[in-house]
């Protein structure tokens, strides 16, 4: 089983960025998708977005335009980009995969914590 562990979180002002990364412990070229989820506090964990093996990206629309999501099958590194950011995107957020199409996500981790505040 591949583990994620997530880091890049922190506290920005609104309308400033951060980048996320997601480290795995194994090789994730063959794993079909990638996911960024985030869960806010008295909220439900969401996705936010997610990203192929082929490079097919998906996103929530509270973050289109804003968010990239990106993978690199070399490093074994999957990366949120996060810019405009505003105290909405306030939350706990988790890097996750799905083995297959037909698969679940699997288990969570740490998650890393993103602050948008003044």
């Known amino acids: 089983q591949v583990q994620l562990v997530e880091s890049g979180g922190g506290l920005v002002q609104p309308g400033g960025s951060l980048r996320l990364s997601c480290a795995a412990s194994g090789n994730i070229f063959s794993i079909y998708s990638m996911g960024w989820f985030r869960q806010a506090p008295g909220k439900q964990r969401e996705l936010v977005a997610d990203?192929?093996?082929?490079?097919?990206?998906n996103y929530a629309e509270s973050v289109k335009g804003r968010f990239t999501s990106s993978r690199d099958n070399i490093k074994n590194m999957v990366y949120l980009q996060m810019n405009s950011l505003k105290p909405e995107d306030t939350a706990v957020y988790y890097c996750?995969?799905?083995?297959?199409?037909?698969?679940?996500?699997?288990?969570w981790g740490q998650g890393t914590q993103v602050a948008v505040s003044s």
């Open positions: 990203v192929t093996t082929g490079g097919t990206t």
């Open positions: 996750n995969k799905e083995y297959s199409i037909l698969s679940s996500w699997g288990s």
